[in-house]
């Protein structure tokens, strides 16, 4: 059993520190397996302009751990990043979502897409990041203008110049950068100024109260605005109701996403329910 203090208040020893250690390991060695046995799949939710026209996706994770069991994001990313899992996981993500792009090459409606790729920080500390994206769009052909690329404001508490250096690289090859979760950071302002962005995603806690909280509204809006000031793009996440939908449109919002529109599918369905559809989303 787990004795805390000994004879001078220090643990020697902790059977449950062990136990998660363990479990920890074991849980490294599943992923692990899961990345080499394909087990990690794509799953992409589409955007949507403010007509309905089909006009992006997000790229989402699943872990496919058993036939019945899938795992989402929230439980692995995390612990992908302390282990480095998230290095090979990461090219993994990004290679196949470059192949999807190659692949809708020529479908009418496909092919205009983007495709929003979330990047960790973890990748984006790598100095050789744009040169694996580089590699990447080079040996699937995929048009570089269509990789969206979705940072979070934790990039921000990096090193600012590194990461910038590391954008305008990639900026230079084509990809787009857009800003994940917008408003839930520490988002000084002259970040948009400073960061090579292309997008900022509203996120979805804004959203979730724009027809009810009279708070809320004005921050969606006032986003928007700044968004247009900037020559950002704008994406509204998590659009659940119709409310939110009117609102948005009303507000000058230019694309959205959300269940409303549509749900995370995996890529193979998503492929083949919106190349028959074209445009949408009913
Ligand atoms: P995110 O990038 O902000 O992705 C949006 C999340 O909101 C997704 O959760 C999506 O399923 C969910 N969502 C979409 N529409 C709605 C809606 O209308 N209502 C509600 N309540 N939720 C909605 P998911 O798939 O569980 O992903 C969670 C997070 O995991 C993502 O947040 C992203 O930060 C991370 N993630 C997912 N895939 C990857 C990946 O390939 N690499 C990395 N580094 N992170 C990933
Ligand atoms: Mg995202
Ligand atoms: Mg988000
Ligand atoms: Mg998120």
Not at 79 to 94: H, K
Not at 245 to 258: A, V
Not at 267 to 275: A, C, K, P, Q, S
Request: aromatic share 8%; hydrophobic share 40%.
């Amino acid at each position: 059993r787990a004795k805390a203090g000994g004879r001078n208040g220090a643990c020697f020893f902790d059977p449950s520190m062990q136990d998660a250690a363990d479990r920890r390991a074991a849980f490294e060695a599943a992923m692990r397996d899961g990345l080499a046995q394909g087990q990690f799949r794509l799953f992409c939710q589409p955007q949507f302009d403010r007509v309905g026209g089909l006009v992006g996706a997000e790229v989402l994770i699943r872990w496919q751990r058993g036939r019945e069991e899938v795992v989402g994001p929230d439980h692995f990313i995390g612990f992908a990043e302390e282990s480095g899992l998230i290095l090979p996981l990461g090219a993994y993500v990004l290679e196949e979502s470059c192949r999807a792009l190659a692949r809708w090459q020529g479908e009418p409606a496909l092919q205009h897409i983007k495709l929003g790729v979330n990047v960790s920080v973890h990748q984006m500390r790598d100095p050789a990041f744009p040169a694996l994206v580089d590699g990447i769009l080079d040996d699937t052909g995929a048009p570089p203008e269509r990789l969206c690329l979705e940072l979070t404001e934790s990039v921000f508490a990096d090193d600012p110049h590194e990461i910038t250096r590391r954008m305008h690289e990639l900026r230079a090859r084509g990809v787009c950068f857009s800003l994940d979760d917008f408003g839930t950071g520490y988002s000084s302002l002259a970040y948009l100024k400073y960061f090579p962005l292309t997008e900022l995603k509203i996120d979805r806690s804004f959203v979730r109260d724009v027809g009810t909280d009279p708070e809320s509204a004005p921050i969606v809006e006032a986003i928007i605005a700044l968004a247009r000031t900037l020559g950002l793009k704008i994406v509204a996440e998590g659009v659940e109701h119709e409310a939110q939908r009117h609102f948005l449109i009303h507000g000058g919002c230019s694309s959205m996403q959300g269940f409303l529109l549509g749900r995370p599918q995996p890529i193979g369905d998503f492929e083949n329910r919106y190349r028959a559809a074209g445009i949408g989303h009913a």
